[in-house]
């Protein structure tokens, strides 16, 4: 394979086959179109069958954002205050040199001393090349500390793996054959829109769809029913479905003694919850729940099946990773995993054979082993002096595939560490986001249409490959070349420093996925069961579904699920009376496509819905700018009094770039750097605000 095949220059339209990066269960297949060496268009691949030729609106205009006039084409060295984002142009060779020398001083200190340096990065790209390949090689080459990649899914991922024994679960096209399904704290339409076609297939089959969100979101809209649960009281829920289930006997006996561990403690325990206890605390009413466990019992005795999507919305609180525990348990109640189109779907990234330590080389610590810090608490972290407990005060941040000014909780606290004089930032960016505002190097990276990369998924069993469409664009280059380089100025001489990134797609997937295939079709489908846990064999130690799991009581931690309210759990007297959640804008992608006009102008501006109820108790009017506030901090924004939000509950919609905000802030400002019962996750739901004009 020659590296520029697939570059085509000519005036004849070509198309080449990609992969969609973004952070997002639906991992599309896309087709690009390059004319003359220019990408003009993006479009879904009507080959793959979950991406079924469509795209979202974001990503179909994803040629917008690859040539937007402010796309970063040459590195840039700070020349004003930190923060201010005032830079000048250098040249690759100076920006490199530098920045190995300021590391060099750092590492040189002594056995221990590069822990003072620390890699920043999530998942801008989802690629398993540009994500964590030479950049993780050369981290750990260097000895810097480690991060603990928490900010999303961390909770739930516990809570799997703790009940079903991985990030595993029912195939996605499966559920086009569910007769009931439960759409528990997702947005599919928004978030995971590839799904929600097959959901569809099944509503026109004559499943219905039962939405569990506080938020009356553009899915619930669409399902037959919504449930409007507090935020953080999805616990509560379940234990009394449980209480329901066994009190009328809606339970598959056989599956619960052959295929579940701890089903006698559990159940002990659930009965505990009656629907008018469990209404109490969700903030809805106890016939809500009846009917809920009816439609779900019901298919002990039709035999059809019944199936959850859960998404991470649900475990962004304290007691996340026990929500999840108890919703993914609930199938094994009822049998529902004895039918492919059964069971329960929240991830299904632990499928993938993906050879992480190929592509990181972890041996490359050589016995080291550096402390790690939480990505969630960034905050903190950066504020922290140097101690006996904490190790080295963080002197160096080398940030890529992510943007922690906003995205990060407690947004307060985290600007006030990327402000600090003695950090030296380096960040590696397509935009000048509100993270690059502080970088001491900014370095452009190039898009998904520039490089190559290997994806897996978290909503389907597809591997995809991406190759590159187009050059890159001025002097961008890829993550993995920039560590390549930043390898060779500090004099690490492994050869796997100059592994390039077709070698790394080969390495990330080696026999396991036909590579010839991936490159032929763009995706190769794995061979995974589809009734995977029918006659049980689920991946925990025990090969059952776990009611009680003995790892967790093994750490000193309650072996059963329960219910856990959140840090700031709603309470109508208290000084700040309203919880907040800040769920995803439907047209950006995190903080990502903030910065894409045609994006912005569909979602307007920040926005806050509230409640007409709460909204007239304070004299508030549809559009008025309110004050958004709690014990962390301010933010203004438009209000939208709106059917959306339920009575109590604020809906802070998408993180926006804080610059583009009413007063430079955005939802995090206000969010705290308390962290989730399993998982070590940030609780970006479980939040109290006030509001006023
Ligand atoms: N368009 C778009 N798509 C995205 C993203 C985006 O920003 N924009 N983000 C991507 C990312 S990073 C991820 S992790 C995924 C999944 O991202 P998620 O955060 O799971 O996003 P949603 O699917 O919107 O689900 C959130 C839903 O959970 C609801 N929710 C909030 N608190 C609770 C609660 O306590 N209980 C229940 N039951 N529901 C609650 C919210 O109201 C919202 O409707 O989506 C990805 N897809
Ligand atoms: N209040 C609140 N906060 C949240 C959430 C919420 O629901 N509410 N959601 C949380 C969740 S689920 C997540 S996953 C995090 C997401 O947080 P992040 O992972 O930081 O995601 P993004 O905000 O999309 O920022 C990714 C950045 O990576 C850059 N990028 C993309 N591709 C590349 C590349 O190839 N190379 C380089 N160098 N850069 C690249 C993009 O330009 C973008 O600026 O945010 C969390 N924060
Ligand atoms: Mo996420």
């Not at 797609?505 to 080696?510: F, H, K, N, S, V």
């Amino acid at each position: 394979m020659n590296k520029t095949t697939f570059l085509s220059s000519s005036s004849e339209p070509t198309q080449v086959l990609g992969a969609c990066p973004h952070d997002c269960p639906d991992t599309c297949s896309m087709l690009t179109t390059v004319v003359n060496g220019i990408a003009i268009k993006v479009q879904g691949n009507p080959a793959h069958p979950h991406t079924d030729g469509a795209l979202c609106t974001k990503v179909s205009r994803y040629t917008e954002r690859t040539y937007h006039p402010e796309r970063l084409l040459h590195p840039l060295k700070r020349i004003g205050p930190k923060g201010a984002g005032q830079f000048e142009r250098v040249s690759w060779d100076a920006a490199l040199q530098d920045i190995a020398a300021r590391l060099q001083a750092i590492a040189s200190r002594g056995p221990d001393a590069a822990q003072a340096i620390l890699p920043y990065s999530y998942a801008g790209t989802l690629g398993l090349v540009q994500g964590e390949s030479q950049s993780a090689r050369f981290f750990h080459q260097l000895g810097a500390s480690l991060l603990d990649r928490t900010i999303c899914a961390s909770a739930g991922g516990e809570g799997l793996i703790h009940t079903l024994g991985g990030k595993v679960g029912m195939r996605v096209e499966c559920f086009a054959e569910s007769k009931l399904i439960l759409i528990w704290g997702s947005n599919s339409i928004s978030s995971n829109l590839h799904f929600w076609r097959y959901a569809q297939i099944a509503k026109r089959n004559g499943a219905k769809l039962i939405c569990i969100d506080p938020r009356r979101s553009e899915t619930a809209d669409k399902c037959h029913e919504h449930i409007a649960l507090l935020p953080g009281t999805d616990s509560a829920l379940v234990l009394a479905l449980m209480h329901e289930l066994i009190t009328h006997d809606w339970l598959d006996h056989n599956y619960l003694t052959q295929h579940t561990l701890g089903w006698d403690l559990m159940r002990e325990r659930a009965l505990q919850w009656t629907p008018e206890r469990a209404a109490l605390v969700c903030g809805i009413l106890p016939e809500q729940i009846r009917a809920l466990a009816r439609d779900y019992g019901a298919s002990v005795s039709s035999r059809e099946p019944t199936a959850i999507r859960m998404n991470y919305g649900l475990q962004r609180v304290q007691g996340g990773g026990n929500a999840v525990r108890l919703i993914a348990s609930l199938p094994a109640l009822i049998g529902a995993w004895r039918h492919r189109a059964g069971g329960v779907l929240l991830s299904s990234s632990g499928l993938f054979p993906v050879q992480r330590a190929a592509l990181q080389r972890p041996d490359l610590l050589a016995g080291r082993t550096p402390r790690t810090i939480n990505m969630s608490t960034i905050g903190d972290d950066l504020l922290r002096p140097s101690s006996a407990t904490f190790g080295p005060a963080i002197e160096a941040l080398i940030i890529y595939n992510s943007n922690p000014v906003a995205v990060a909780p407690e947004s307060a606290k985290v600007v006030q560490g990327f402000a600090r004089e003695d950090l030296f930032t380096v960040v590696l960016e397509h935009f000048q986001t509100d993270t690059a505002d502080y970088a001491d190097y900014l370095l452009p990276a190039t898009t998904q249409l520039e490089h190559w990369d290997v994806h897996a998924s978290y909503g389907h069993t597809d591997a995809l490959l991406n190759r590159p469409a187009i050059a890159p664009l001025g002097e961008a280059k890829t993550n993995t070349q920039i560590f390549r380089e930043l390898a060779q100025r500090m004099g690490f001489d492994h050869p796997c420093f100059t592994d390039d990134d077709e070698a790394l797609c080969r390495m990330a997937y080696g026999d396991a996925v036909a590579f010839d295939e991936l490159l032929d079709k763009g995706f190769v489908t794995l061979n995974t069961a589809q009734a995977p846990f029918a006659n049980g064999n689920f991946p925990t130690p025990s090969g059952r579904c776990e009611f009680f799991s003995e790892r967790l009581a093994a750490r000193g931690l309650d072996g059963l699920p329960d219910y856990i309210p959140n840090y700031e759990a709603f309470n109508a007297s208290t000084l700040y009376p309203l919880a907040m959640i800040s769920p995803p804008a439907r047209n950006f992608l995190n903080s990502s496509f903030v910065n894409v006009k045609s994006l912005r102008e569909v979602e307007g501006e920040p926005l806050l819905e509230m409640h007409a109820l709460d909204a007239a108790a304070r004299g508030i009017q549809s559009g008025d700018i309110v004050q958004v506030f709690n014990q962390r901090g301010l933010y203004r924004c438009k209000v939208d009094i709106s059917q959306r939000a339920r009575p109590g509950v604020v809906n802070g919609l998408g993180v926006w770039w804080r610059k583009l905000g009413l007063n430079g802030t955005n939802v995090n400002q206000l969010t705290s750097q308390k962290l989730t019962d399993l998982g070590r996750a940030p609780t970006f739901y479980d939040c109290l605000v006030q509001v006023s004009i």
